[in-house]
Structures are given as structure tokens and as C-alpha cells.
């Protein structure tokens, strides 16, 4: 090799290392926290070990100078791990940086000369708690509970409210109670006093029958004997009925299992007309009231809960009455209160109407009569919940439809629609 | 004014606003039952230790914050443990709250060094709440017929549930202030207010305690 070519060489390395040596040099580098007021923490640039700052040391600032022309001004800068692109100022011999997230950056800078090596400074921001990987499901966990506290008051105030209604619903079902229990006592009444007055012709009928037979009178005691079997059919059937009354009543005092069965629907319209009569019949001898029935003959037994259609029945016929007995105490005695109950089978649709020629509703009235706890009866004597309750069990429990036509002082009819399938 | 002013002026004023309920509470001595008479005692030992901070111009706030924990829990646990009827549950409560007390002391020397009572406040807080929100459910379930709003218990329990419950977000308070010192100083304001309308749901019930006769 000869001196010139390695005069070359050396001449050749020596512009390389010019070449890829920065122009600027990082002078300090402070690190604080703008969100607390503290001072300000230089960094030992010749530190050798990676520099490492506390996740709340995340504010810095770097200030550089262009070595070879400390007069020129003009850097880019960079960034990495936030800026994507190079910074260009003109005029600046600092830069800061604020709230940096945790992780591994590295500040570049260099002159705005093309193919300047920019001098480097790189350093490593320790993630704050918001990093730490318990920190955000702890905080959903916080807000989930915040939720649950807030859901749960709402649904116990609602709990609350259900215990309520159900505990009126109790004293509306133990009111209407009260009023059967008197037309029940009337009614049960009637078929003892039966039970007691052929028991006592059967025992006659026996000792008559015992003699017949002493004597041998064959032809007396075949009389006798048909009698006493007649006797003994009547007893059997009044004690029957007397069943029949108490087995209603204990139906109509049996919490609702919500179970469907087919039901007569006449038989149970009927059973209830004549307790709700005989439950005001109690209460005032003095009232009297024509009852007129037209119920559908082919009506087929309908998929209903009997409890609560019998309780419909008797809110209605209950207001039917009460209402006719309001308007006899006003009006002049030629007036016959009337209460009719019919029922009609439609095309898909099963109707039950029960009409009277009492007061009628204000118009005023007619738009709140389903309306939970309102009632125009005087304290004490309603607890708003009957009609309220026939519409709820007419219609989510049955799907049907309940309805009112009434004209003042002249008449009210209720239609309970029931779907015929 | 500054936020950081606003801040200090409103947690003053609801750290302090706490001689209200006690103010209503001597007025109503007479009418007082049981519960609220251990709510008026423990809030007088508040009140104690709040005058005890002031005179030593708040250089060991972070040791009362501490304080405060375990004179909330031994006032909650007293008296919810008095009113639950579930006698098994109320041992349970009382002896359970015996047990935050040590909790507190474990933080407060062991774990976060008398600096930060982020985490055994939290937990207290929760206990206190859970307990509350429990009274408050045998409250609406034995008392159907009566109007929960003319129930003093129904205030003092809801006061309490609403306050712990944004006050449990303590344990999240370092990072806040970490994080935003803005964010910190909004969320002392939300907590002012909070504390202020649990005193004022003190202070009625102990005014409704002369309707509870």
C-alpha cells in the first residue's frame, strides 16, 4: 500500500466521523411535575446507566445549542414514543414536554441542515397507578358498586311499593269479605233451615214407619218409605248447596294461585249476583232490588282463574248495588232498582254485562274509575281498589277487556270481553 | 378565587358543618331515642376531634384522618348493631366493626405510614354503607304502612349511605392527585357538598324525632 492511498484513507475517515458527529449538543434536561408546584430536577447527562423517572416526574425540558454557530437557531426535534414527525422551530433553543405517559422515550434533536445526526438523550418515565393493571378494574369495580347501590335502593323502593299494593289488596279482599259474610251467613241460612225442617219429618216419617211395619201394613210402609227417601233427597240436597255456598266463599278467600281452569262462567256470575244481593240484603232489610239474568245458554266453560273472576264479578255487582241503593234513598218511591247480569257469546269473544239504573258516573269521574285508590265512595266504605283490581285481572291476567257506558242518573253497564279460546 | 380556594372553603365548611346536627340534636335532647343519641355522641366526638385539629393548626391532619375512621366505625357499628333486629346479624355487625378498628390501626402504622388513609378509609367506608343499606332494607320491609319520609332512621341511613359511598372513592384519591390536582380538588368539592346534605339529613332527623313519639 502506498502513503498516498492511505493518506487518502485516513483523509476519507476522518470526514466520515465530521459527518456523523451531532452539531447539537443537549445541554440540561429538568424533569418536574407541573401538576404539583415543586422545583424543577436536573438530569446528570453523563450518567451511564439509563435514566429512569418516577411516573410523577413527567414534565420535562430539554435545552440545546448548535455547537459550530451557537448564533443559528434553527432546530428540528423529535420525540419518540410521542411525536410521529420531526419539529421544525426557528427561533428556539428549548422545548417541553408535559404529562408524558409512562413507557420509553427518546428526545432527538438536530440543525435544519439535511443529513445532520441529531444528538440524543433517551430516558425511561416509570408508568403511573393509572398503568398498574389492578388500577381499572378496580375503578369499574368502584363504579360497578356505585350502580348496584343505587339499583338496589331503586328496586327495594320498589319491593317496597309492591308489599304496599299487596297489603291493600289484603284489606280491599278482606272489606269485600265482610260484605260477603253476611249475605253468606243469609244464604247458608236458608238451606239449613231446610236440612233441620226435613230431618225432622224423616225422624216423624221413621216412627210412623215403625209402626206401619209393627202392624204389618205393607202397602203403609211402601208409602212411607218413598217419603222418607224424598226426605232424605232434600236433605242431601240442601246440605249440598249449603256446601256449594261455604266452597265460593273459601274460593273467594283463597289467595289467587293464577291457575287457568275451565270455568261456568254463568254458574259463577250467578253465585256471586245472589251473595252480593244477599250480603246488602243483610245490611238493609229495607232494600229490595229486581234482579234480571239473560245468560247465553250455550255458553261453553272458558280457561279462567275463578278466584278472580269472582272477585270481578262481585266488585262490579257490589258497585251495581251499592249504586242502586244510593239513588232509592234520593229518588221518588215509584223508582225499582234494577241490577241485570247477562251474558252473550260472540263470534271470538265471551261478554258478561252487568247493568244498573243507578246514579251513573260524572263524566268528569268516568276517566279515573280504573285508577288505583280512587274511590267516590265516603272514608271507609271503599278502598279505590276494586275496579282498579277487575281491570288488571280482566286484562294482563286474562287478556280481555273491561268496559263502561254510563249515562248520568241513568244507568251504568260494565262489558267484561273475555277471548273465547 | 382560585379552585384550589373554593375547594378549602367547602371541605371547611362540611368538615364544620357537622355542629348543625349536633346543635339540633342538644336542642332535641328530650325527644331523642336510643340510636340517635349514640348518632349525637358520635357526632360530638367529631366535632371534638375537628376543634382538637384546628387547635393544632392542622400539622397532623393525616394522623386525625385516621381518627375519624375509627370513631365512625365504633359510632356506626353501636349504633346500627342497636336497631338491627336480626340479633345474630347485629352480633355479627358489632363484632365485625370491633375488627376495622385494628384494620385501621394496621394501615395506619404498617401499610401506608400515617401519609395516606386512602385504604382503610375505603374499607371502612364500604362497612359503614353495607350496614346502612342492610337497615335500610329491614326499614322498607317491616315498615309498610308507616311513611318512610317521617322516619328519622330513614334519613340518617340514606345521609350515611350517600356520603360513604362517594367518600369510598378515596382509595383512588392518591392516584387522583397524581394524576390532576384539578380533578382532586373537584372531587373534594363533590365530597363537600355530599357531607353537607348528610348533615342536613341528620339535622331533620332529629328534628322529626318530636313527631316519633
Redesign the interface.
Known sequence: MNYSALLLLLISQVALAQASRPLVQIISVKTGNNQIDSAFSTVDLHQKQPVALAYNRNYLHFSFINLYNPSQNSFSYKLTGLDYTWVTCTDCSQVQYAHLDGGDYTFLVKTTQAGDVPAQFSFTIEGNLFHKWWFVPMLFLYLLLFAVVIVYVFILFLFRQKLKEQRRIHQEKMASMAELTAGIAHEIQNPLNFVNNFSELGTELTDELRQAATNGNTQEVLVLTGELTQSLQKITHHGSRASAIIKGMLEHARPSTGHKELTNLNALADTYLQMAYQGFRAKDKAFTCALVTDLAPDLAPLPVVAQDMGRVLLNLLNNAFYTVQQKQKTVQPDYTPTVWLSSHRLTHTVEIRIKDNGTGIPELVKGKIFQPFFTTKPTGEGTGLGLSLSYDIITKGHGGSLEVNTVLNEFTEFRIILPAS | MKLVDVAMYLVYLATYGVIVPVGFGFYLLQYLNKPLKILLAGLCLSLVLDLGLLAVNYKITNTFLYAFSGVDVLMMTWLYSSIITHKTLSNVIRWSGLFVIPLIGLDAFFISGLTNNGFSNAVEK?YI?SIA?YY??QL??ER??ED?RRQSLFWVSTGI?IAN?VG??D??S??VI????TAYLQFFMFWSFVTILMFGAFSYAFWLSQYDR
Open positions: 364500604f354503607m343499606l335500610l332494607t322498607f320491609q309498610i304502612d318512610i349511605i359511598l369510598s372513592f382509595i383512588f392518591r392516584t397524581n394524576y390532576s390536582q
